[in-house]
């Protein structure tokens, strides 16, 4: 009831913000601390959840705090190199940074449209391409890590009377209601404490943990944790290409020992995420430049010995298809040409699956990696994380409009069930496919290439996909 008189009085909202300024000032100097909110974990996902928080009026009067153990990154340069580090962005996170102001800074700086993709298999012919000629919308953005970090933090900076920021600053230890040994009940009432490394203490109503895949919060809550370590590396460079004058395409490949893909970023360059074995990616890495542009052109390139019998089916299949669907005759593209790779810029990831059984315990919320950290083939890891934004800053705004409190459970759990409903499935099928493509015994590839073509040939099918990939 409050908060409702607090929302509709511009006077109530100004004197507000003073004395919470006032007592954050008071309480800041103190070892300790008062918040409503803290945000642990300053990385795409957590700077665009203090983005979201920030940017709700109705959040005004509340004491938000975000904590990063890294420094600060002033006077950022955009350099003229393009970063090793990108991700392809959905529709529905640029919706998000158009909410927040964040998508035009981006665009200010730099990202690439992909308008078209094309995904297919070294062990069959068969291939599948997207685009959303219906609707002529692009079916998503090349973005570099440092610019997507970097247009939050502007955003970030423009709301520093409602969100406080400490960087350099780590969360040392969490004590979580319900997870401390020997504490049988839960107690609502009972706040989260935060010890940081500066020596402070934040007693806080809502603590959310952003702090990535090896998050402490989640450890500190006990979070039960499904974890798959898929023993590949992720190899990634930024290449430069020849052959193509207009840059909008995403090529996926998939090879016995994973996927390749290089996603545009101008049109003289693109950005390579191969997943390979642990052994393979070390000679990828070691390799002479001029070598290593010789081994991706030929991981996209090279036509390897196919199955005959797995060629015939699936040619007669498609034969079928393609008198069914008269429009269906489906021209395969050819990927443009790597001549350069930018030095320096080759490195590998360990992949892993992490996914916490659930996100939310009594005053903790989990979000991106923290919660769910997925194979990256699929390009949909942080924007999985940016979903758990909207949805954690909308159910803490209604929990406060109904006059709740902001860590309430019952608007946590609404988060956890509505977030799980999007990621599982997700999960789910990207850990299908990792396997599905992991092999080349004959039946599985008959069976995944029938599947392919039958998926290409539907419309309807690929724009559900899109669809889905989109929101
Ligand atoms: C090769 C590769 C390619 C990828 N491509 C894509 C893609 O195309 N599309 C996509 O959607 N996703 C992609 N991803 C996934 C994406 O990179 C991650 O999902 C994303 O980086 C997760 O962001 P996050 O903010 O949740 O976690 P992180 O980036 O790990 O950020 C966690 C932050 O918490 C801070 N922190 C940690 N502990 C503490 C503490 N105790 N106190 C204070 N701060 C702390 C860290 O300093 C860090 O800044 C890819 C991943 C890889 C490896």
């Not at 893909?261 to 390799?287: E, F, H, R, V």
């Not at 979903?387 to 406060?400: F, H, I, N």
Request: with cysteine.
């Amino acid at each position: 009831m409050a908060c409702n008189i607090l929302r509709h009085c511009k006077l109530c909202n100004l004197t507000a913000r003073i004395v919470n300024t006032v007592a954050s000032r008071n309480l800041h100097s103190s070892s300790n601390e008062k918040a409503d909110i803290v945000i642990s974990g300053g990385g795409m996902v957590g700077t665009a959840m203090a983005c979201a928080l920030g940017h709700v009026d109705d959040l005004q009067d509340k004491r938000i705090i975000l904590l990063e153990s890294a420094p600060e990154k002033k006077n950022f340069h955009l350099s003229e190199r393009y970063s090793n580090r990108t991700c392809a962005i959905s529709p529905a996170t640029v919706s998000l940074f158009q909410s927040i102001g964040a998508w035009d800074e981006i665009l200010q700086m730099r990202c690439q449209p992909v308008k078209s993709m094309q995904v297919w298999e070294s062990c069959s012919d068969s291939l599948i391409t997207f685009n959303d000629e219906e609707l002529m919308n692009d079916l998503a953005y090349i973005v570099e890590n440092d610019v997507i970090l970097e247009a939050l933090r502007q955003r970030l900076s423009a709301l520093s009377d409602r969100v406080e920021v400490q960087y350099q600053t780590a969360a040392k230890s969490y004590v979580i209601p319900g997870s401390t040994p020997g504490h049988d009940g839960v107690d609502q009432n009972t706040w989260v404490t935060i010890e940081t490394d500066k020596g402070q203490s934040i007693q806080t109503k809502l603590m959310i943990g952003a702090d990535g895949m090896n998050s402490a919060v989640r450890k500190a809550g006990k979070f039960h944790v499904f974890q798959k370590d898929y023993k590949q590396q992720a190899v990634v460079a930024t290449l430069e290409v020849s052959g193509t004058s207009d840059n909008s395409v995403a090529w996926q490949r998939f090879l016995p020992t994973g996927p390749i893909a290089m996603l545009p970023l101008s049109n003289q360059y693109s950005c390579l995420i191969w997943t390979t074995t642990p052994g393979k990616a070390k000679y990828l890495k070691d390799l002479a430049d001029d070598s290593f542009v010789d081994e991706v052109n030929d991981a996209f390139w090279h036509e390897r010995d196919k199955n005959s019998t797995v060629m015939s089916l699936s040619h007669k299949y498609q034969e079928i298809l393609n008198f069914v669907f008269t429009d269906n005759q489906e021209v395969r593209q050819l990927p443009p040409t790597v001549i350069g790779v930018n030095p320096g810029s080759r490195a590998s990831f360990p992949l892993s699956l992490v996914h916490a059984s659930n996100y939310i315990k009594p005053r903790v919320a989990l979000i991106g990696d923290a919660a769910h950290r997925l194979h990256p083939l699929a390009g949909q890891g942080v924007n999985l994380g940016f979903g758990d934004v909207s949805c954690l800053c909308r159910t803490v705004t209604e929990a406060v409009l109904s006059g709740s409190d902001v860590g309430s459970l019952y608007y946590l759990t609404q988060y956890e069930t509505e977030r799980q409903r999007a990621v599982i499935p997700v999960v789910l099928t990207i850990h299908g496919l990792h396997h599905l493509y992991s092999t080349d015994f004959s039946p599985m590839v008959l069976l995944r290439s029938l599947g392919l073509q039958s998926t290409n040939s539907f419309q309807f099918v690929k724009n559900k996909i899109i669809q889905q990939a989109s929101s």
